[in-house]
């Protein structure tokens, strides 16, 4: 694929010749040298990706589909076995995650907005993965209620250290005085294990006023999520409405406070709240006015860029950048916008693949897979 070299000091970029890329307006890397090459294009919406032992990519389409996409960049057809999805406002096939054990079961989840009588919601489904597709596929999951609008589905995947599996969730919108109540799963994290069923421990087990897969509450529209590589924490990021986007240490049984408090405002301009703290809410580790419009979420493990390991990295939609964030335990000390002004297409998801380097995805109508690799 050819590729267009920008020298900027102290950052080298390689990019895909059709990237809008202008090095007067690149912003240079801290702490590494890096170039940014496109590996493949032509993904529709793509949303989520998950790398197969072999080295080739998993990826999901918004729209419904899922492709494999080989280590040579080529995008294989759709794959056969995928759920009926309600591809409408910002609902489609979204997550995506393999089993702990899928050397030897070769199960993939797969979240999805899932077209229901009297509206959709969030599902979540797993199959086995063969040549061609996806077979004796399972619903496992169902976020009630019903709801019937466009907005707010979350959602990503990911499976704990224990093996249980967090499945991020929205409010859905016009659901969103129902973050705050334990009755539904609108606003929520869920735990569940890998059947469906829910663990003993959970946080709500056992209180007749709760769902017991709920494992946190108070969240708008998570889009982000891992696992603390030190903690093995879960770790979320969620849009704010105007403003105030947020990353969260997410833990059992806490309260992260949508609506009743915010960081942001209205897109009126009116007042969510007069404080964004209060009594009983957990505050994030960091937030973002304005917005950035956070999408996935990485912890960055790997070898290839040693000054960056430990950091926290957030994918950008309506922002267009990465945001490097320097951890400090729990503490975000400092940020990095990356790529800002590199690439003009909206960073949907970001991930790292077993050969430590550090991959993208653009949320385009021709998205592409982006790697983020050492200049020398």
């Given at each position: 694929?050819?590729?267009?070299?920008?020298?900027?000091?102290?950052?080298?970029?390689?990019?895909?010749?059709?990237?809008?890329?202008?090095?007067?307006?690149?912003?240079?890397?801290?702490?590494?040298?890096?170039?940014?090459?496109?590996?493949?294009?032509?993904?529709?919406?793509?949303?989520?990706?998950?790398?197969?032992?072999?080295?080739?990519?998993?990826?999901?389409?918004?729209?419904?589909?899922?492709?494999?996409?080989?280590?040579?960049?080529?995008?294989?057809?759709?794959?056969?076995?995928?759920?009926?999805?309600?591809?409408?406002?910002?609902g489609g096939l979204l997550g995506?995650?393999?089993?702990?054990?899928?050397?030897s079961n070769r199960l993939v989840?797969?979240?999805?907005?899932?077209?229901?009588?009297?509206?959709?919601?969030?599902?979540?489904?797993?199959?086995?993965?063969?040549?061609?597709?996806?077979?004796?596929?399972?619903?496992?999951?169902?976020?009630?209620?019903?709801?019937?609008?466009?907005?707010?589905?979350?959602?990503?995947?990911?499976?704990?250290?224990?093996?249980?599996?967090?499945?991020?969730?929205?409010?859905?919108?016009?659901?969103?005085?129902?973050?705050?109540?334990?009755?539904?799963?609108?606003?929520?994290?869920?735990?569940?294990?890998?059947?469906?069923?829910?663990?003993?421990?959970?946080?709500?087990?056992?209180?007749?006023?709760?769902?017991?897969?709920?494992?946190?509450?108070?969240?708008?529209?998570?889009?982000?999520?891992?696992?603390?590589?030190?903690?093995?924490?879960?770790?979320?990021?969620?849009?704010?409405?105007?403003?105030?986007?947020?990353?969260?240490?997410?833990?059992?049984?806490?309260?992260?406070?949508?609506?009743?408090?915010?960081?942001?405002?209205?897109?009126?301009?009116?007042?969510?709240?007069?404080?964004?703290?209060?009594?009983?809410?957990?505050?994030?580790?960091?937030?973002?006015?304005?917005?950035?419009?956070?999408?996935?979420?990485?912890?960055?493990?790997?070898?290839?860029?040693?000054?960056?390991?430990?950091?926290?990295?957030?994918?950008?939609?309506?922002?267009?950048?990465?945001?490097?964030?320097?951890?400090?335990?729990?503490?975000?000390?400092?940020?990095?916008?990356?790529?800002?002004?590199?690439?003009?297409?909206?960073?949907?998801?970001?991930?790292?693949?077993?050969?430590?380097?550090?991959?993208?995805?653009?949320?385009?109508?021709?998205?592409?897979?982006?790697?983020?690799?050492?200049?020398?």
């Open positions: 694929m050819p590729r267009l070299a920008l020298r900027l000091a102290p950052l080298l970029i390689v990019a895909a010749s059709s990237v809008a890329c202008a090095a007067e307006d690149a912003t240079p890397a801290e702490q590494a040298r890096v170039r940014l090459v496109t590996v493949a294009e032509g993904l529709e919406h793509p949303w989520g990706i998950a790398f197969l032992p072999d080295g080739r990519a998993l990826v999901t389409e918004r729209p419904g589909r899922l492709r494999v996409v080989a280590k040579d960049g080529t995008v294989g057809p759709a794959l056969d076995g995928v759920p009926a999805v309600a591809a409408t406002g910002q995506i995650a393999l089993d702990p054990d899928f050397a989840y797969l979240s999805y907005a899932e077209p229901r009588e009297g509206g959709n919601g969030t599902s979540v489904a797993r199959g086995q993965l063969e040549e061609r597709g996806l077979v004796d596929v399972e619903v496992i999951f169902r976020q009630q209620p019903t709801v019937s609008g466009r907005h707010h589905f979350g959602s990503r995947l990911v499976f704990a250290r224990d093996g249980r599996l967090f499945v991020t969730l929205g409010d859905r919108n016009s659901e969103r005085a129902r973050a705050q109540t334990l009755d539904s799963h609108i606003g929520k994290v869920v735990r569940i294990e890998r059947d469906g069923s829910v663990p003993a421990d959970n946080p709500f087990v056992g209180r007749a006023d709760a769902l017991p897969e709920i494992w946190s509450y108070g969240h708008r529209n998570i889009q982000g999520a891992a696992l603390h590589p030190g903690t093995g924490e879960l770790w979320t990021n969620e849009h704010g409405p105007k403003g105030g986007d947020e990353l969260n240490r997410t833990l059992a049984g806490l309260n992260y406070g949508w609506p009743k408090v915010s960081y942001g405002v209205e897109y009126s301009g009116a007042t969510i709240s007069e404080s964004p703290t209060a009594p009983g809410i957990e505050p994030p580790a960091h937030y973002w006015v304005p917005s950035i419009a956070t999408s996935g979420l990485l912890f960055y493990t790997g070898d290839r860029f040693p000054d960056w390991r430990g950091n926290a990295f957030v994918g950008g939609l309506k922002s267009k950048q990465l945001a490097r964030l320097v951890l400090d335990g729990d503490r975000v000390v400092h940020e990095e916008a990356l790529l800002h002004g590199v690439i003009d297409q909206r960073i949907r998801d970001v991930v790292q693949g077993p050969d430590g380097l550090i991959y993208l995805l653009t949320d385009e109508d021709n998205g592409r897979l982006l790697r983020i690799e050492p200049a020398d």
